[in-house]
């Protein structure tokens, strides 16, 4: 069964602080790995797909890493507006396709001014 | 604004009603997707739609629970003899799946349901 854990559950910095969010993934076979953010209350917002080991993608102050077993996202100098739940997803390749993402329980980011 | 819309925000019902809600995707995307997130908890994936066509639903999709997307366009969800148990935030994004080309999910704001 397609698995994904994040880590820590909860994360404190001060403004500037950098840090990376840590994602273990166990899939049969990855299709792809995603990140989202999301603010209490509202829908996932998107920020990168990742496919394959050794990509690399940057959004301003985050940058999403893939390895054959875990994601990182790296926030550099956060502010406080970067305050939000960062959720991993996986997708697993699976005969006759499926498109379902399972998704981390997430890390709830809390940026101090 | 062309993201993904649903319809209501929030609802309220007691034990035993039914309720349903209403996803309109992104205008170009095909494919449509519902998922449960708790509190606490990532979302979980219900079932999804290329066009209208049914493809996958997850064991969590009791037979209580029923989703439409009768023209390809918007969708609904349906929730028959609510349980409180069905208290939860329920998602609906969508994609659009071109040839050769993966494209990513773009949630909706959510439905906020309480079951008293």
């Known amino acids: 069964e397609d698995q994904v854990t994040q880590s820590p559950e909860a994360l404190r910095l001060q403004e500037g602080e950098s840090s990376s969010l840590n994602c273990s993934y166990t899939?049969?076979?990855?299709?792809?790995l995603f990140w989202y953010r999301q603010d209490p209350g509202k829908g996932p917002e998107f920020l990168f797909t990742l496919y394959s080991a050794g990509e690399e993608k940057e959004k301003e102050r985050l940058k999403a890493t893939l390895t054959k077993k875990e994601s990182f996202l790296h926030i550099t100098a956060p502010k406080p507006e970067d305050s939000a739940t960062y959720l991993c997803?996986?997708?697993?390749?699976?005969?006759?396709?499926?498109?379902?993402?399972?998704f981390g329980k997430g890390t709830k980011l809390t940026v101090n001014p | 604004d062309t993201g993904v819309s649903q319809d209501p925000r929030h609802k309220i019902t007691k034990r035993g009603q039914n309720v349903t809600f209403r996803c309109d995707p992104i205008?170009?995307?095909?494919?449509l997707y519902w998922y449960r997130q708790t509190l606490g908890q990532g979302p979980e994936f219900l079932t999804y739609f290329q066009n209208e066509a049914q493809l996958e639903k997850s064991r969590l999709l009791s037979d209580r629970f029923s989703a439409e997307r009768p023209k390809g366009s918007f969708s609904t969800l349906e929730i028959q003899r609510t349980e409180q148990g069905d208290s939860a935030m329920y998602l609906c994004a969508s994609s659009f799946e071109g040839s050769g080309i993966y494209n990513e999910q773009f949630f909706g704001p959510g439905t906020r349901l309480t079951v008293l």
């Open positions: 899939v049969s076979g990855l299709r792809g």
């Open positions: 997803a996986v997708q697993a390749k699976r005969w006759g396709g499926s498109e379902k993402l399972v």
């Open positions: 205008s170009e995307h095909n494919r």
